[in-house]
């Protein structure tokens, strides 16, 4: 009953209000000319320095539902829910070179959008439009997710009815502000917003980190209720460490994860609202600030298990969310003031990244659809417009998912969502060091990598929930004939099967004198700094 | 000041980013409860240490190949 939870209630919703209010306010903050442009309206200006960036780009790739559902996972299957650490451990190092050399070509041509950078690299509106939808198709039920977050605190609050509308209405209102102010004042939002969902966001976890193993009996203890929990399961997958079988899985799944992060496309929007690359290289090695974080509420897990902590029912009968894990951790072990702080920190750590991430898609809408099928001569004004009103169809989009569907099918199609984000590596991020592969080759490598990802995806059964396909990301390596019990990551695969097809295709249209596009780029373009005026492709 | 068109990403140093890249996905380092640390398995506390190499080696690369003027 939501009458239990009415300290929780109020303090979720004063501070919900509070950040939504900054949100409108969030359009003078550092005010422009004109917000009639899209390098203001879905580039902040490009022009946020060390620490915007930081809580920027923090705030949109740790998400709400990474915080509800990285523990949820240590907590059902143990060891292999911890990739994420792993993940965003390697991810930083990985960008380092990558993002300022994209930075770098998109402040020298007044690129938006990843597949701007197609367009202007490899000459082909056609590569350029698959790898726009391709985002947009990838970001949706992203979007979709963080609605899962905010979900999941609702639910543990009491605040579901029982008809469709009763139980969605919090969310649709949630939906309805968020989508104002991002109309309103576009990336300085959720940028503005940030502050306050990392400030929340770290205080509960530090306090959450010291309470709860005092109260539980120590690391030691929590350990070793998780430990009883494995052992007494059936399932031969989990444990507190990896056995023989996952351990590929658990590392191909950190390396594909962290390969496709910054191919979203709202990644690449945090990226270039920098002011210049010293900023970016300083962020790739304070960022990782946050997966300490991440990795120690991946933990709380293991806590929720020693807590004897039961998840609440599914959408469907007989199942359970297992996402309501941390939400109900802190509802049982800490005081009504406390949980509500803790559950404001969730529900507007959804509102950041869903924000980026519709402004993201919007943008790729707008540049990659708008003006380069419909109207070519469309002015910068006229960008900003259509974003503006694109953002808005994307969010509507993703409540529909959530409404309309059963929510587990939001988090299937993200899994297929980051198979098939990778699908632009090669025209995207080896785009940014090569010019060698073909524009041809790179949409039949596209091809090949999406339907074998898909193939591989539908081939992935679990037992437990008695589902037959799209089951998860582990693809068992025996369905492609080896003689072993081994998974890995589906991803990581197709993306290799990409490049494999991408390259030999390259070397037989070369071959062929088939008529490739104009490098619209210079080598000289990867390395300018914000001292070289900014481009753009209106100029 | 260097003449902008005649700017590189290339470093020697940049080969040290390998490091952290490489390390945490190398299972047989962490996949073990002992030695435990503070009631943390091996398997917790060592990934929980690698954050600490890549930000150590990443601020490194950073301020050695920072542009001076």
């Known amino acids: 009953m939501w009458r239990d939870h009415l300290t929780e209630i109020i303090i979720f919703t004063v501070l919900f209000a509070g950040v939504s209010a900054m949100g409108f306010v969030a359009s003078r903050w550092r005010r422009p000319q004109t917000m009639a442009h899209l390098d203001e309206w879905g580039l902040g200006g490009r022009n946020f320095g060390s620490w915007v960036t930081w809580f920027l780009i923090g705030g949109d790739l740790y998400t709400a539902y990474t915080f509800v559902a990285v523990p949820a996972l240590i907590f059902g299957a143990g060891a292999m829910g911890f990739f994420a650490v792993p993940y965003t451990v390697i991810i930083y190092p990985m960008v380092f070179l990558v993002l300022i050399r994209l930075w770098s070509v998109s402040h020298k041509h007044g690129l938006v959008t990843p597949a701007d950078f197609v367009r202007a690299r490899f000459g082909s509106p056609t590569l350029a439009l698959i790898v726009a939808i391709t985002g947009i198709v990838a970001t949706m039920p992203y979007i979709a997710l963080q609605l899962v977050g905010i979900e999941a605190v609702l639910k543990t609050m009491g605040v579901t009815g029982t008809s469709t509308l009763a139980r969605h209405a919090p969310i649709i209102i949630a939906f309805a502000i968020l989508a104002a102010y991002t109309y309103q004042s576009g990336l300085r939002a959720p940028a503005l917003i940030a502050f306050v969902k990392d400030g929340l966001i770290y205080v509960v976890i530090l306090v959450a980190i010291f309470w709860l193993p005092a109260k539980l009996g120590g690391w030691g203890s929590i350990f070793g209720a998780a430990e009883a929990k494995f052992a007494a399961s059936p399932s031969p997958s989990d444990g507190l460490l990896l056995n023989a079988n996952n351990q590929l899985q658990y590392v191909s799944l950190a390396l594909g994860s962290a390969l496709a992060l910054f191919l979203y496309p709202h990644s690449v929007t945090g990226v270039l609202a920098s002011r210049n690359r010293d900023v970016l290289k300083r962020n790739m090695s304070a960022l990782p600030a946050y997966s300490l974080l991440l990795g120690l509420l991946a933990l709380l897990g293991y806590a929720a298990v020693a807590a004897k902590v039961k998840p609440l029912p599914g959408a469907t009968p007989g199942s359970v969310d297992t996402n309501t894990i941390v939400p109900q951790l802190f509802d049982g072990q800490f005081p009504d003031w406390f949980a509500g702080v803790a559950f404001a920190a969730i529900g507007i750590g959804a509102l950041v990244p869903a924000a980026i991430m519709s402004i993201a898609a919007a943008n790729l809408f707008t540049r990659n659809i708008y003006r380069e099928y419909l109207r070519k001569d469309a002015t910068p004004a006229q960008e900003a417009k259509v974003s503006k009103i694109a953002s808005l169809v994307v969010k509507v989009g993703a409540l529909a998912c959530i409404i309309l569907l059963d929510p587990q099918f939001s988090i299937d199609l993200q899994l297929i969502g980051g198979v098939i984000i990778l699908q632009t590596l090669p025209s995207v991020a080896l785009g940014l060091f090569t010019r060698w592969f073909h524009r041809g080759a790179l949409i039949a490598g596209w091809i090949a990598g999406m339907g074998f990802g898909m193939w591989m995806l539908y081939q992935v059964a679990n037992p437990v929930t008695g589902k037959a396909h799209f089951a998860g990301s582990a693809f068992p390596l025996s369905e492609l004939g080896f003689d072993t019990k081994m998974t890995v990551y589906a991803g990581l695969i197709a993306v290799v099967v990409n490049l494999v097809v991408a390259a030999l295709a390259t070397v037989v249209l070369r071959a062929a004198k088939i008529a490739d596009g104009r490098d619209a780029t210079t080598t000289a373009d990867y390395f300018v700094d914000s001292d070289t005026p900014r481009g753009s492709v209106h100029a | ?69």
Do not use: C, E
């Open chain 2, 1 to 69: 000041m260097v003449d902008p068109t005649l700017r590189t990403d290339r470093s020697p140093w940049h080969w040290l980013l390998v490091i952290p890249i490489v390390v945490p996905l190398i299972p047989i380092l962490f996949n073990s409860i002992p030695p435990d640390l503070f009631g943390f398995p091996r398997f917790y506390w060592l990934q929980l240490a690698y954050i600490v190499l890549g930000v150590s080696v990443t601020t490194l690369v950073y301020q050695v190949t920072k542009r001076r003027g």
